[in-house]
């Protein structure tokens, strides 16, 4: 089908703006100002953008963003790097806004002396769909927005990092390294392996421009040519986005691998002749939100079924509450493995992403719970949902449009038609609810004779429900392997309510206007229904234009000279990438350990205003400024401090675990009970005096864990 093409992006503000629209159609009507034509501008998924013709005698742009009921005097000046020049016009885009209308300014600096200024209509930013397992509350973030916060706009201390085709490999971030020392990575995939040492979890935004390719990374990627984002261990925190700008970002001839990496959003980018998978998420990852990306073909692998790529977006070895969503999946041969050789459930989630003339693996699951809704499964030649090795998929309200076998059990069902799928796996369990399904060639119930043939209740696809919340008997089992659908989606929280699941009947819409990149992207593809609905071969002229795809990008920035003859991109100078100033707090002194005296002795202050304070008892582990892993107890006794009576508290143990980013020098506070003589901040060690201990901060992030067995119940940043 036919992929519409809009323009839409996204930056930063430091306040809580934004909004985006989930489809398409965000013109507006031109505005002529003392020289300066606004041609376009609209909203998108928490961004808006503008575009303007160039100005002849101007020196460099500038340009602005406010909340349209704002006063002039609240416009928010763009990061330079987001203001961009195509050959024939200019474009800037407002990203990490809170849903909401806005209003942009484009200023253009003359060559004489003055200014030429134009404003664009209101324009529209719509919230992304943040539902599924990476938002469910039993996981370990909680969350996968990565560097923002759930509303859109960028969490406090965040820094951004903009990388082009021309800094990739000489962009610089000052990282944490170890306790009190900060090194300066250089380089994208050098500043990432210092991050990997785990002491800076400092919420980080990198931001793509343009299109990226592998060489443009030579000596950045590993040796199979991915971009590694990795933590120290198992779902690591790394409070990071990485997020392509407009709807030109690429990661050109590279994939990205994830591993033992927590809290970690993918989103708006073109992946294109990536190495083996796309996005591979590869051991001990949790929260990741993969979304709003344009998936085309790999690079041929050495089997016969690689001739596009391997896995798009693949996950394994314990990776866990995953969401991957609004993605656009161009012909993809193997579009997601979800398990390889694990023993334990996993929760992943799959949602109202648009698997358009792609093959298999919507996804193919091994022993995880996984919920797939509202995709839209369009002409897919091989099958949608596979499940084995006792896996349990609960599959609704999904358009499966000629999709040639809609769901699989291994060895059972339609499965066991033909040769088998899934190389002689036991099979799994499929609870099926409110899907539409058109030209299926074959789909068998166990309970229903809704499909294509009688039901059959020992060899079947999957279990067609009655309603959402219905319970699956356990007397319907894998007829290979003999396990029983877990019923996962009426025990736990999917991250999902049953009001943001849509009607089917709006699923096709909704998906191709809001799947994929901000406004379409700028690749459009129409595939023909009549042959590629049933062919899996390669598209040649797919392929064709992928290989022959080149940027329109003529340079970064708004200070370039907009005047003079258009330079090639090659010859563009980039402005020196640097993290936004207020963006980059990181620590510039060990901290110095104080004392002061116990909680039981009543108030001698209150918090200052500003102050970051956290109550274990009145908020349990839930906090905006910390991020806390652990648990829970309200058996350690009681505590009063500043008035407070104190009930509950965070036991400091191997895995307690409490980050936060100071955005200046601060004092810590932490009250504990009279267990406990030692706290670690930032891997040193600092006294706990009758049940209080203080610490000196520099800005920053930082880092709470155990030394000795203790019992937290109160902590002030201030």
Partial sequence: ????????????????????????????????????????????????????????????????????????????????????????????????????????????????????SAVTGTLAAAPYDRSGFAFAAQSPYGTGSGAYTDNGTLKSGAQVLYVTSQNAQTVT????SSSGTVQTGVGLGGILSLRQKGYDTTPLAIRLIGKVTAADLSGQ????????????????????????????AYAYGWGLLLRYAGNVEVRNLGLMLFPDDGISMDTGNANVWVHNNDIFYGSAGSDADQAKGDGSTDLKKGSTYITISYNHYFDSGKAALVGLSESAEFFVTFHHNWFDHSDSRHPRIRVASVHVYNNFYDGVSKYGVGVTTGASAFVEGNVFRNTKNPMLSSLQGTDA???????????????????SV?????????????GTAPANATSSDAYLASSRSEAVPGSYKALVGGTAYNNFDTLVDTGVSAAAVDNVSAVEQKVTAGAGRQGGGDFSWSFNNAVDDTAYALNAPLMSAIRSYTSGLVSVGGNANPGGPSPTPAATPVPTVTPVPTATPVPTATPVPTTTPAPTAG?????APGAAVHNFTASGTSSSFFTIQGNLSTSKGTVSYNGLTLTQCLKIESATRIQFTAAKASTLTLIFNSEGSKIKVDGTSYPITNGVATV??????????????????YLVVE
């Fill in 603 to 607: 108030p001698t202050s209150t918090p």
């Fill in 221 to 248: 990627l590993n040796s199979g040519g991915y971009l590694e984002v990795k933590g120290k261990s198992n779902y690591t925190a790394m409070n990071l986005t990485i997020e392509g700008i407009g709807t030109d």
């Fill in 696 to 713: 000196s901060l520099a800005a920053g992030a930082h880092t709470i864990t155990k030394d000795s067995t203790a019992n937290l119940y």
């Fill in 1 to 116: 089908m036919n992929r519409i093409v809009a323009k839409v992006t996204s930056i930063v503000l430091l306040f809580s703006l934004g909004l985006t629209l989930l489809f398409s159609g965000w013109g507006t009507a031109v505005v002529h100002a003392a020289g300066l034509t606004v041609t376009g501008s609209g909203g998108g998924n928490e961004a808006a953008y503008v575009e303007w013709s160039p100005v002849s005698n101007a020196s460099g742009y500038k340009v602005f963003v406010k909340a349209a009921s704002a006063a002039d005097s609240q416009y928010q000046q763009l990061h330079n790097e987001l203001i961009r020049k195509y050959g024939s016009y200019w474009r800037a885009d407002a990203v990490g806004l809170a849903a909401g209308s806005y209003v942009m300014k484009v200023e253009a600096v003359l060559s004489g002396g003055g200014t030429a």
């Fill in 173 to 176: 971030l000052p990282v944490v």
């Fill in 438 to 450: 058109v030209g299926a060639a074959s789909l068998i119930y166990a309970n229903s004779g809704a």
């Fill in 417 to 435: 038609l033909g040769e088998g799928t899934f190389s002689g796996e036991n099979g799994g369990m499929i609870k099926a609810f409110n899907n």
